[in-house]
């Protein structure tokens, strides 16, 4: 029997995905017809994205389950039309593109490039940073992504903390967990890098009290999302030079608002939530097995657990 996948996610990526999301459902020996115009009472699954055309689930009757084409689920987690399972999205494309992000703007501020790049006096400055294992480099979340930048700081030598909800065991990395570890994660962390989903726990993990307890001239990268971080104590922390830098990728608000005192502060690097995208080749995989799996009556993986909002 054929099953009917909408595809809900940005219409202008439809094109690109139609030919990949047919091939790997091919490849899982699934017989279905994907489109982004299916009436919703017929509709089996549902491709989903948070800037796609689809929010209200309500009239899809038929649906066994909702695939999001994004990691981050905060914009869905909540919506009380949903009734079917909802999985995230976990794909090597977003995560090689992570880790590429990650490491690139943890280099940048370990061997402090900026000072070489943007040299409009034609010094001539010599000095060598400390080795990577004299930087000691903090992960807030140990998820796919975290998971995956921690073992490529490791390899390139940096002592990698991770912290996470539970308790985690990743091999070469100082796990903690829980409000405790939290602020042991931060003691000492020269480069803290943000990679927790966005729910009502993990909002202001970085607050005043929490950055107090970084080094001075600590650096922070927030790929994560805005509220993370208090931003006026962020501010406030970067205005006294007790935080060095901040590279932030994602913002309460995007885009970020033109008078935003993030955009033309000298310690702060916007970049424009661009950190990492999901890829349509590898994502296709993901969403194909899925289904596979929901038809064989298999668990689905990446499963949102909506109570914990991630
Ligand atoms: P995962 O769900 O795989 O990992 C989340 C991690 O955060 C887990 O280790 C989890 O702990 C931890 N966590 C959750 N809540 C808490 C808490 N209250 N206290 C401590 N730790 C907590 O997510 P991913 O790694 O796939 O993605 C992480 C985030 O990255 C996404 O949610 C999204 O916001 C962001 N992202 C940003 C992109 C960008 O371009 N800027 C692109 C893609 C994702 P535990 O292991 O115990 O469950």
Same mark, same amino acid.
């Given at each position: 029997m *054929?099953?009917?996948? %909408?595809?809900? $996610? !940005?219409p202008d990526r439809w094109a690109e995905y139609q030919p990949l999301l047919d091939a790997a459902l091919a490849r899982e020996g699934i017989d279905a017809h994907v489109s982004p115009e299916i009436a919703p009472e017929e509709v089996d699954y549902i491709v989903y994205a948070p800037n796609g055309p689809v929010q209200d689930f309500t009239s899809y009757t !038929?649906? @066994?389950? /909702?695939? *999001?084409?994004?990691?981050?689920?905060?914009?869905?987690?909540?919506?009380?039309?949903?009734?079917?399972p909802l999985t995230r999205m976990v794909d090597d494309g977003l995560r090689r593109g992570m880790v590429e992000w990650v490491t690139g703007h943890v280099l940048r501020h370990h061997l402090g490039m900026d000072a070489h790049i943007v040299n409009p006096d034609c010094v001539w400055k010599q000095g060598a940073p400390p080795l990577a294992p004299d930087r000691p480099v903090t992960i807030l979340g140990l998820g796919a992504l975290g998971i995956a930048?921690?073992?490529? %700081?490791? $390899? %390139? $030598?940096? +002592? /990698?903390? #991770?912290?996470s909800r539970g +308790? @985690?065991?990743? +091999?070469?990395?100082?796990?903690?967990? #829980?409000?405790a570890g939290l602020d042991a994660a931060l003691e #000492?962390?020269?480069i803290v890098v943000l990679l927790l989903p966005q729910t009502p726990e993990t909002e202001n993990t970085l607050d005043a009290r929490r950055l107090a307890l970084l080094p001075r001239g600590a650096v922070i990268l927030n790929p994560g999302r805005g509220p993370l971080i208090d931003d006026d104590a962020l501010l406030a922390a970067l205005d006294e030079g007790h935080i060095g830098h901040a590279t932030l990728d994602t913002f309460r608000v995007e885009p970020l608002p033109d008078d935003h005192p993030y955009w033309r502060h000298p310690r702060v690097t916007v970049t424009p939530h661009i950190a990492s995208d999901t890829r349509a080749g590898t994502a296709a995989d993901v969403i194909a097995e899925n289904i596979r799996r929901s038809e064989a009556g298999e668990p689905?993986?990446? %499963?949102v657990n909506r109570t914990l909002g991630y």
């Open positions: *054929s099953v009917n996948v %909408l595809f809900a $996610g !940005r !038929r649906a @066994k389950a /909702v695939l *999001s084409l994004w990691a981050g689920v905060e914009k869905i987690v909540d919506n009380e039309t949903l009734t079917q930048c921690a073992e490529a %700081l490791m $390899g %390139l $030598g940096f +002592p /990698v903390t #991770g912290w +308790p @985690k065991d990743v +091999p070469g990395v100082r796990c903690l967990a #829980g409000n #000492g962390a020269e689905l993986l990446h %499963l």
